[in-house]
């Protein structure tokens, strides 16, 4: 679909491409790397901001360390900021973005203060060269703030050219005094985790049994493994656990981590453990953890405090860590080697570092530090080719590198085999990582859509190698080879997606390009199904399997229209994931609501999916049942029940009879159209709702605080979603509003009760900060029309609706503006003249054929695939009589796509373009627009309405219905919107 942004593009590294920018190179928290567990309020911490910026720190501006204190929320943060311009250290107000508080200078014996963080800046400094800035920041938290909280830094210059904001940890900041973990489960919890096996250790009984043993010159990522294996023994056992380095080691029981020259016998020490696989041996009951070369021994301690202790990271703010008196468990001994190299749930809320780290993805933008072992890392992620040759810096002086459609150069795409493409796509790529080196990965695609180059060379490499993925792997292959022998551990990213998904018949993809293989011919319709139970995806995935290609998938697993709406695909997920490894991918991202928190149980998912990307093994149903149960607690069974409802209804419609592709079958879990699953469709029944309205306030009525409830609340935000959605209306997945069945003749029936909905759905968004809805739809946008409909008056408007079957011709030769023929009444006289038939193809012995704007389809699926240009659609229509006797009537376009020349009897009545609007076709394609016509309209008589569309990618045309309406007063866009 037209600019739908299928994908989200990620940009990781804001810099330019053509200069090394700024680049933060470490933050440090008492002179080491590793972050304390906690930040407790009595003591004071030295944290190190250090950057690079070659040649240029005179540009420097400022220097931010922040906190986030509110789930990640940039404008409610602890933010203290270095001004390089007056040599200032500033406290920012936390309640209001950039806004300084109090300052001094670094060094004076002074401590500024707000009410959560005081800077001693007496023990606060600056070293700066001409290439690099340090800032330590003397500071101690105030109790004011508690909980996970986000730890980032960002610079910019005076240019505004800035790193972004780069988050390092989640760091707990309380006091050891506090309970802040779970410590008690219902008794229906059960260890999914926990392996077969193994031996019971008694770690401590009064006092601790082991000491905790790292090498003199330890791994930043063993030294974090054994931090945070005390941090949590600690917890269990109310004591304190030694960590030693090995020369201090005299005696008695240890747990080793790393290859210890203790650990040289044990019978793991030689296994290669890959990147994050790990190993646990137990001899004469010493402990020997060992781990691969990035985050190993950090996967087994989190392995082990989860699987063998029955340890849980459920979020950041949610926690189960069980107190064990003495502490004693079941060890068992393993080896286990992830299968997956991107393991990447990418749901808002798994983005956290920590949860990252602690949950064992291995996500771009969860961004683990380096010294933690890092985390895979893009500098861009997907549709890139208007990012290295943006049409504005190159269209003009070279068109040769865009796209030839029809004989005519287009900035749409690039041409792939283009010299010159070629060669600045290796050039502009080898910068990326020159700048950038903790880059991994980066993408050479095309942008979202069609539009492909049909020139003699590319064509004939397409036609060579079985379709469109010709030329475009050729452009990658030439690309990936270019850039190897500077960068031999660096890795393309290539798409496979739409026309380019099914790999060339003739080429061989090379070794450092991965495949970013997209499910999107199988879930953007059957999401609901297995991959395997349509032809096309599974086709592909066999194929790429089959070719040696290095294959991460990108898997469709939200509803990006109603992000809120509940999704019965939790029992197809782990299925598809495994047919994806059976047939050779080594990465698997799982795009889900990704824009916000807050989507349909959106921590489930994140928490359920991360197991199983770890390991596939683990059962969906069971694993749903530890984090039903383990999260929310007293009111799980209720909400347990609501989704074992979503799972039946699933069960219940896969049993029937059914295939993918078939029409009209009834079956809901067919035809789902863009990924989105409509608020009023087949599963929402009045049975469904009432149900669930049953299990929300069943779990509201169990809540024992106010944290659970606003839990609840975070799932009753779906419920409310529905209630609103199908009672006042929603947002189409093409951007227009589809009136609710409590909305009739523009009044609202029950109006005090949606209302409430309406309030509480509100809040609930501004606690759990659910700032996104949809993909397509902003939320301001959803949010605007609910209170249009709310404030809305009975009206006095007539509609009448115009013929959905259009008479078209596309103007091949350019030539409908000098021939006139928005004035040709030959050519209106078609509309009635049904030689032509209904909807069909054929055209007439003049070109022309029958169209129709009312299945959410240009021409382009209707018999004009590729063309690109201007299409003229002919309509005829008589006004009925209560719409003569209005003093306005407006002619209403809902989609034109993209520019629009509206006639009306021969005169020119309305331009929709980029020249009279202002907006890029980006969001023109969709715009609805009107104007009114009462001074051009025959009230009396017939109508020729003639409506000239230029496009230049994808769809095409009058895609959606044109509509009349009538009133008395004057009216604006949303008064016909809301209808």
């Not at 220097?63 to 509110?70: D, E, F, T």
């Not at 995806?537 to 469709?556: E, T």
């Not at 009739?744 to 700032?771: M, W």
């Not at 016509?933 to 230029?950: A, M, R, T, Y």
């Amino acid at each position: 679909m037209k600019y739908l942004l299928s994908f989200f593009v990620l940009l990781l590294v804001s810099v330019s491409i053509y200069a090394q920018g700024i680049r933060i190179t470490s933050i440090t928290y008492n002179d080491s790397q590793i972050a304390p567990p906690m930040f407790n309020y009595d003591d004071w911490y030295d944290i190190a901001v250090s950057l690079e910026y070659k040649g240029n720190m005179d540009k420097i501006y400022n220097c931010h360390y922040g906190i986030g204190v509110s789930q990640g929320d940039l404008l409610s943060q602890i933010l203290l900021k270095y001004c390089h311009a007056d040599g200032n250290i500033y406290v920012v107000k936390h309640e209001t973005w950039n806004e300084p508080e109090m300052m001094g200078k670094p060094g004076e014996n002074t401590v500024i203060e707000n009410d959560n963080v005081k800077i001693d800046l007496s023990k606060s400094k600056v070293d700066i060269t001409e290439d690099t800035l340090k800032v330590v920041y003397h500071i101690r938290f105030k109790d004011k703030i508690k909980g996970y909280l986000t730890d980032y830094v960002y610079a910019e210059d005076r240019g505004l050219i800035n790193t972004g904001f780069v988050g390092f940890n989640t760091i707990l900041i309380g006091s050891p005094k506090e309970n802040i973990f779970v410590k008690t489960l219902p008794k229906e919890w059960k260890n999914t985790l926990k392996p077969k096996g193994g031996k019971k250790i008694t770690f401590a009984g009064k006092e601790p049994l082991y000491q905790i043993v790292i090498a003199d010159d330890p791994l930043s990522t063993d030294e974090k493994a054994a931090v945070d294996l005390k941090a949590y023994f600690d917890e269990m056992s109310g004591l304190d656990f030694k960590i030693i380095k090995e020369s201090e080691y005299k005696k008695g029981k240890f747990i080793s981590i790393g290859k210890t020259k203790l650990s040289q016998k044990a019978p793991s020490y030689s296994i290669d453990l890959g990147t994050e696989g790990y190993a646990i041996d137990i001899v004469k009951d010493n402990i020997y953890i060992f781990g691969g070369r990035g985050r190993g021994c950090i996967n087994a301690v989190y392995s082990m405090l989860e699987e063998d202790f029955g340890c849980r990271f459920y979020t950041l703010a949610d926690q189960y860590v069980p107190t064990l008196k003495p502490l004693a468990q079941t060890v068992t001994p393993r080896v286990f080697l992830p299968v997956l190299d991107l393991r990447d749930p990418y749901v808002f809320e798994s983005w956290k570092p920590i949860w990252s780290l602690k949950n064992k993805t291995n996500a771009p933008n969860a961004n683990i530090p380096l010294q933690y072992g890092g985390s895979i890392k893009y500098y861009y992620l997907v549709h890139t080719y208007f990012r290295y040759f943006p049409p504005e810096e190159y269209f003009k002086d070279h068109p040769e590198y865009f796209s030839e459609i029809n004989g005519v150069r287009s900035p749409v795409q690039l041409c792939n085999t283009n010299p010159d493409v070629i060669r600045l796509s290796i050039e502009k790529t080898k910068q990326i990582f020159r700048d950038n080196p903790s880059v991994t990965i980066t993408s050479i695609s095309p942008n979202d859509g069609r539009g492909f180059c049909d020139c003699p060379n590319c064509k004939a490499m397409d036609e060579a190698n079985g379709g469109r993925s010709g030329s475009y792997f050729y452009l990658v292959n030439e690309v990936a080879k270019g850039i190897r022998d500077e960068f031999p551990d660096k890795k393309i990213l290539a798409l496979a997606y739409l026309d380019y998904a099914d790999p060339p018949t003739n080429m061989k993809i090379e070794d450092n390009v991965i495949v970013q293989l997209c499910t999107d011919a199988h879930a953007w319709k059957y999401q609901f199904c297995f991959t395997t139970e349509s032809d096309g995806f599974s086709s592909y995935m066999k194929k790429w399997g089959k070719s040696g290609a290095g294959i991460f998938i990108w898997d469709y697993v939200a509803d990006y229209v109603h992000m809120l709406v509940p999704m019965p695909n939790m029992p197809v997920v782990r299925d598809n994931m495994k047919f994806y490894i059976d047939n050779n991918a080594k990465g698997i991202m799982l795009q889900g609501t990704c824009y916000s928190n807050g989507g349909d149980m959106a921590d489930m998912r994140s928490w359920v999916w991360a197991k199983q990307l770890w390991d596939i093994d683990r059962d969906t149903k069971e694993l749903m049942h530890d984090f039903i149960f383990g999260y929310y607690r007293e009111c799980a069974e209720p909400i347990w029940d609501y989704q074992m409802m979503l799972w039946d209804f699933w069960e219940t419609n896969h049993a029937k009879p059914h295939k993918c592709g078939d029409k009209d079958t009834g079956n809901p879990l067919l035809d789902c159209l863009m990924c989105s699953c409509a608020p009023d469709g087949p599963m929402f029944t009045e049975e469904f709702m009432a149900k669930f309205w049953e299990y929300i306030k069943e779990a509201e009525s169990l809540a024992q605080s106010d944290e659970m409830l606003w839990k609840v609340k975070k799932i009753k935000a779906s419920l409310l979603y529905l209630e609103l959605a199908q009672n006042l209306g929603y947002m189409t997945e093409f951007r227009d509003f589809a009136p609710g069945k409590s909305f009739v003749n523009g009044v609202l029936k029950d109006k005090e009760k949606y209302e409430a909905y309406f309030k509480e759905f509100n809040e609930i968004c501004d606690y759990h900060q659910i700032t996104n809805l949809s993909e397509q739809n902003n939320k301001s946008d959803i949010i605007a029309k609910w209170e249009a409909v709310l404030a809305a008056e009975p009206t006095d408007i007539i509609s009448q609706e115009v013929s959905n079957e259009w008479i078209f011709k596309f103007d091949e030769k350019v030539v409908g503006d000098a021939e006139n023929w928005q004035s040709q009444n030959s050519i209106f006289d078609k509309v009635q003249n049904k030689s032509l038939g209904d909807v069909s193809f054929a055209k007439d012995e003049d070109g022309f054929s029958r169209v129709r704007s009312d299945i959410n389809a240009g021409w382009e699926a209707q018999g004009y695939p590729d063309c690109f240009g201007n299409g003229w659609y002919f309509q005829k229509f008589t006004l009925n009589n209560d719409i003569k006797a209005c003093d306005h009537i407006y002619l209403y376009m809902l989609g034109c796509d993209e520019e629009a020349w509206v006639y009306l009897n021969g005169k020119l009545i309305c331009e929709h373009s980029v020249a009279s609007t202002g907006k890029p076709i980006t969001e023109l394609w969709n715009d609805p627009f009107m104007v009114d016509i009462k001074d051009v309209v025959n009230k009396d008589g017939s109508n020729n309405l003639c409506i000239k569309v230029h496009n230049t990618s994808m769809m095409g045309g009058v895609w959606k219905p044109v509509k009349l309406y009538g009133c008395k007063e004057p009216k604006v866009a949303i008064d016909f919107d809301i209808l």
